[in-house]
């Protein structure tokens, strides 16, 4: 109240000073006439009267329209103009026909954007649905040339061939649903998970790169219920694995459960090169490579921010400790009930 009514006398200040200025004038050009000292008192109350009931009116139409602004400000919407307070005098009028030119004019922008954008998300996930198709016919022929090789070095480098392929379907995967996770909240299903049988699943995904890295694999005490959506956490757990087998040359992974306060702590324990200290911090940042991005050129950083993404729309929590040179270990947390 105090703020609208200082904002008012700020605003109409110079006009306040005119009505105070010329009443004083009429005053005083009542007195040099020699008007009786009743009269000339009879006009000012007069004048005083008429000036203040139509500064009340005033003051009426200027506080509704300052508390319209207010209460606008609070609760604007980009999509539309109409909420705008009407104007109070032509100034005004043509400010709020600026704004709505402006606004006309920055949402054919955004519209422009959005259909461009999604012209954009359209392709590219047209082109990673029809990659799969060469793709898997890749596998196809590799399967079938192993079985013909005869000399180690050449299965060798069949299975490397495979594993980079097996690489290039991965980053076909994570561009999917990196496009897709604009849609995440709509496209959510939360219900009850077997812990067990989604890791064995993307484990088995990723047999192949155990066998052809001599990597060992250990699961222990995993038959836990959790609640989560299994689409998404599969995608997650694919690219924790992607990665510890990335920096994984020896030794192995050990992924076990345990359950606690309700909550269920999934680990994910590697023997790899390990994150530097100072990385740790920054490994949920947005195309964030670090030291690992040096060793392995083909790095993104995408994988852990899309991870970190998903994980906290489904409300769980990730964890990553890690020490250079021996390892790093993932923790999830899962809720047990809904």
Request: charged share 25%.
């Amino acid at each position: 109240m105090k703020q609208c009514f200082l904002g008012y006398m700020h605003d109409h200040l110079w006009r306040n000073l005119t009505l105070v200025f010329g009443l004083c004038l009429m005053g005083l050009i009542m007195v040099l006439y020699q008007i009786p000292k009743q009269t000339i008192l009879y006009c000012l109350e007069f004048a005083l009267a008429i000036i203040f009931c139509s500064m009340l009116v005033e003051y009426y139409r200027y506080y509704k329209s300052f508390y319209a602004r207010r209460n606008l400000l609070q609760s604007i919407q980009y999509h539309t103009t109409e909420e705008l307070p009407p104007a109070i005098n032509y100034m005004e009028e043509e400010y709020r026909e600026i704004i709505h030119q402006l606004f006309k004019e920055k949402k054919e922008e955004l519209d422009r954007k959005e259909a461009s954008y999604q012209e954009l998300k359209d392709y590219i996930m047209m082109w990673a649905h029809q990659i799969k198709t060469p793709i898997t016919g890749l596998k196809l022929l590799l399967d079938q040339e192993e079985k013909r090789v005869e000399h180690e070095e050449d299965v060798k480098k069949l299975r490397q061939m495979k594993e980079e392929l097996f690489s290039i379907e991965d980053y076909v995967g994570m561009n999917l649903e990196y496009i897709r996770l604009d849609s995440l909240n709509a496209d959510l299903s939360v219900e009850e998970c077997h812990l067990e049988t989604l890791v064995k699943k993307e484990v088995m995904h990723f047999s192949q790169m155990f066998i052809a890295r001599q990597l060992s694999i250990q699961m222990e005490n995993l038959d836990h219920i959790v609640i989560s959506d299994s689409k998404w956490l599969a995608f997650v757990l694919d690219q924790i694995l992607s990665n510890a087998l990335k920096y994984t040359k020896k030794g192995g992974i050990c992924i076990f459960a345990k359950e606690q306060d309700k909550k269920v702590y999934l680990m994910i324990q590697d023997t790899g090169i390990g994150i530097a200290k100072e990385d740790l911090p920054r490994i949920f940042e947005k195309a964030f490579t670090g030291f690992n991005g040096h060793v392995d050129h083909k790095a993104t950083g995408i994988g852990l921010y899309l991870s970190k993404q998903i994980l906290d729309r489904l409300g769980h929590s990730i964890d990553i400790t890690s020490q250079v040179g021996e390892g790093t270990c993932v923790t999830l947390c899962f809720l047990t009930k809904m």
